[in-house]
């Protein structure tokens, strides 16, 4: 079931509304019946005291004074709203605060209907002895009583709906139109558009969910232009080479060596991209167990202590015990690169040295050397993970893209710093995860 | 034919200066800094510009260049094949726009073009009066006849074809035919330019005093 918030809002705004009528109605038949309760039994009572007085024994009372007492007694604030008479069943007449000769209709009756005066008269009518005393309120005064009880119920109840209907416009206008702008501008958006979505709202919910969709399209902006980078990278990588093989191949006189050198370079290149391939694929951490990295890397340095003599360079190691969770094959191919970017960019007379170390939150693989170093722009864009780092003939940034992918493999990191002792020189920094307890 | 090569894959260069020789002379640099300095002594006819250079981007150095008022053709030489890269790169002012890997003879047909263009000839002939230049065949023809060239005569021919009646230097012809290191000073040229009258009469070449030849249409 899907369910639309503006179906919600809605009938939301239906049950504010049925609520306050219904509030008034159910509070208004309530009051409405105690009230005629109260007055009812209240008639009843002053009848009843009334009829039991003028029946007591020794109690005579001559009509002119019976009627000075009703005019007097049952007359409150001017208004004539109560009509007492009581009649005399012995002589037949009657005595009332009105001056009226209605008979007595039917003195068993303790429920009187009357109609006099223009109005019309309910009440309680009760006999003691020789006296039927009949006491009538006029109708119009309880409708009156009745209008201003409803305004008293009805006045706040109203206030209070339209407060929350304008609370629930308020909610509509902040977050649900917001929402369904935003939902529009997503949805006529092109999926190659990765520019911010600019959607004014003043509700800090939708702030936040817009914010979070825009950092999350500016991240994957920078991951889609990096990848482009890459790819401009590898053609141009693989571009050359093929250039350079269709110049010699189709010349006069091909320069067979040149020609072998380019396939070998297209080689290398081919299988520098198979294993970013294949380091993509993932399930590496499977395969994982724990190697002794210090071994590793003195197999490494003393295989590669000979190449850097050859070029001129010299290479030491100062290695720590250190145990990580990883794959051979791929540790030794992160240190194999890192020195073959040594031995690419450095002169004669640099000395490189592999340096590991135990640290509590982590081991440390250093590869630092006194060659040219790096500018911090270039570190930077590095660091980005931009790939292209120089355009030697050799395969270049396919190089760190794969130091990168097998550091993410194992949870490490790479980075790319200048060489602490403030010399010229880069140092470049694999910091391995502690290992777990 | 002069060109200037800026390449910075070794290996490449090295096959593309292979090509080219056979038809111009050419210098080759593999850094926008040496291409700068190579532009300041030397008189180029047209440059071939590899765009992701190791000290910046041809683009830009390109555009540089046009604010510089420097009109020499450019063929942009790339690995870069997106539009917006090749766009970007015309609108720069690049004459034209080849992509790697390329046919050895797009590239040839594509600089002879750029040449021609120079010329102010649109067709596949640059002519001054009779003489005419065909550059896909590399020959003369005078009043519609052939004309056989030594290698050296012809290089000061086209040159000086290709500057269409303008004055070139002295020190132009001398690097077209000695590179940048040869002796300025040697009076070899004279001799060339002697031969050349020769074959097509003396009052086609005019001497420029003080300053070099230039080419007159008869």
């Keep these: 079931m899907t369910l639309r918030l503006s179906h919600l809002a809605i009938l939301l705004a239906l049950s504010i509304l049925a609520a306050a009528v219904g509030g008034v109605a159910a509070t208004w038949r309530i009051a409405d019946e105690a009230f005629r309760d109260v007055l009812d039994e209240d008639l009843e009572n002053q009848t009843e005291l009334l009829a039991e007085l003028l029946d007591a024994d020794g109690v005579v009372l001559d009509e002119d004074a019976l009627?000075?007492?009703?005019?007097?007694?049952?007359?409150?604030?001017?208004?004539?709203?109560?009509?007492?008479?009581?009649?005399?069943?012995?002589?037949?007449?009657?005595?009332?605060?009105?001056?009226?000769?209605?008979?007595?209709?039917?003195?068993?009756?303790?429920?009187?209907?009357?109609?006099?005066?223009?109005?019309?008269?309910?009440?309680?009518?009760?006999?003691?002895?020789?006296?039927?005393?009949?006491?009538?309120?006029?109708?119009?005064?309880?409708?009156?009583?009745?209008?201003?009880?409803?305004?008293?119920?009805?006045?706040?109840?109203?206030?209070?709906?339209?407060?929350?209907?304008a609370l629930l416009a308020l909610f509509i206008a902040f977050s649900l139109w917001p929402l369904s702008r935003f939902a529009r501008q997503i949805e006529t958006r092109h999926a190659r558009s990765l520019e911010p979505l600019a959607v004014r709202a003043p509700a800090a919910e939708i702030r936040v969910l817009r914010d979070a969709l825009n950092r999350l399209m500016a991240g994957v902006a920078e991951t889609l232009a990096r990848e482009r980078q890459f790819a401009s990278d590898v053609a141009h990588e693989l571009r050359n080479p093929l250039t350079t093989l269709k110049l010699e191949l189709k010349g006069p006189d091909p320069d067979l060596a040149a020609a072998t050198a380019e396939v070998d370079r297209l080689a290398r290149l081919v299988e520098q991209l198979l294993t970013l391939a294949r380091l993509d694929a993932g399930h590496w951490?499977?395969?994982?167990?724990?190697?002794?990295?210090?071994?590793?890397?003195?197999?490494?340095?003393?295989?590669?202590?000979?190449r850097f003599a050859e070029a001129g360079l010299v290479l030491d190691a100062r290695l720590a015990s250190v145990t990580v969770a990883g794959d051979a094959t791929l540790l030794e191919t992160l240190l194999r690169n890192l020195l073959e970017n040594v031995l690419r960019h450095c002169g004669p007379d640099t000395r490189a040295e592999v340096v590991l170390e135990?640290?509590?939150?982590?081991?440390?693989?250093?590869?630092?050397?006194?060659?040219?170093?790096?500018?911090?722009?270039?570190?930077?864009?590095?660091?980005?993970g931009f790939t292209r780092l120089?355009?030697?003939?050799?395969?270049?940034?396919?190089?760190?893209?794969?130091?990168?992918?097998?550091?993410?493999?194992?949870?490490?990191?790479?980075?790319?710093?200048?060489?602490?002792?403030?010399?010229?020189?880069?140092a470049v920094i694999v910091r391995f995860p502690p290992a777990a307890p | 034919m002069y060109l200037l090569l800026v390449e910075d894959d070794v290996n490449l260069g090295r096959a593309l200066v292979k090509l080219l020789k056979e038809h111009y002379r050419v210098n080759w640099v593999r850094t926008l800094e040496s291409a700068?300095?190579?532009?300041?002594?030397a008189g180029y006819d047209a440059i071939l510009l590899d765009l992701g250079l190791p000290d910046g981007d041809g683009v830009e150095w390109l555009r540089s260049l046009r604010g510089e008022g420097v009109n020499l053709p450019v063929l942009v030489v790339t690995a870069r094949d997106a539009l917006d890269d090749r766009v970007t790169g015309l609108d720069t002012g690049a004459d034209d726009y080849l992509v790697k890997p390329f046919e050895p003879r797009e590239l040839l047909a594509r600089i002879r073009a750029l040449l021609r263009r120079q010329a102010g000839a649109a067709g596949p002939c640059i002519t001054m009066g009779t003489l005419a230049f065909e550059p896909e065949f590399r020959r003369f023809r005078l009043d519609d006849e052939i004309i056989e060239l030594p290698p050296k005569e012809h290089q000061i021919l086209a040159v000086l074809m290709q500057a269409g009646g303008r004055p070139v230097s002295r020190e132009r012809l001398h690097q077209q035919l000695y590179g940048l290191e040869a002796d300025v000073d040697s009076n070899t040229l004279?001799?060339?330019?002697?031969?050349?009258?020769?074959?097509?009469?003396?009052?086609?070449?005019?001497?420029?005093?003080?300053?070099?030849?230039?080419?007159?249409?008869l």
Aim: aromatic share 6%; glycine share 10%; proline share 3%.
């Design chain 1, 67 to 165: 009627e000075d007492l009703l005019d007097e007694a049952f007359e409150p604030e001017g208004e004539e709203t109560l009509w007492v008479t009581v009649y005399d069943l012995r002589t037949g007449r009657s005595v009332s605060n009105f001056a009226h000769d209605l008979p007595l209709e039917d003195p068993e009756r303790e429920h009187v209907r009357r109609s006099f005066d223009g109005h019309q008269w309910r009440g309680y009518q009760g006999d003691e002895g020789a006296y039927v005393v009949q006491m009538l309120r006029r109708d119009d005064l309880l409708d009156e009583v009745r209008e201003g009880v409803l305004e008293d119920i009805v006045t706040p109840t109203a206030i209070a709906s339209v407060v929350s209907l």
């Design chain 2, 190 to 217: 004279e001799v060339h330019v002697h031969a050349l009258r020769k074959v097509l009469g003396r009052e086609r070449i005019e001497t420029v005093r003080g300053f070099g030849y230039r080419l007159v249409a």
């Design chain 1, 390 to 426: 120089d355009s030697r003939s050799e395969g270049l940034g396919l190089g760190l893209a794969i130091c990168r992918k097998i550091a993410d493999v194992h949870g490490a990191s790479l980075a790319f710093e200048p060489r602490g002792d403030g010399a010229a020189g880069l």
């Design chain 2, 36 to 41: 700068r300095a190579h532009l300041s002594t």
């Design chain 1, 358 to 384: 135990a640290a509590n939150d982590g081991a440390r693989l250093t590869v630092v050397d006194t060659g040219p170093g790096i500018a911090a722009e270039q570190r930077r864009r590095m660091a980005e």
């Design chain 1, 285 to 306: 951490q499977r395969q994982f167990a724990p190697q002794a990295l210090n071994e590793l890397c003195a197999r490494v340095v003393e295989r590669y202590r000979e």
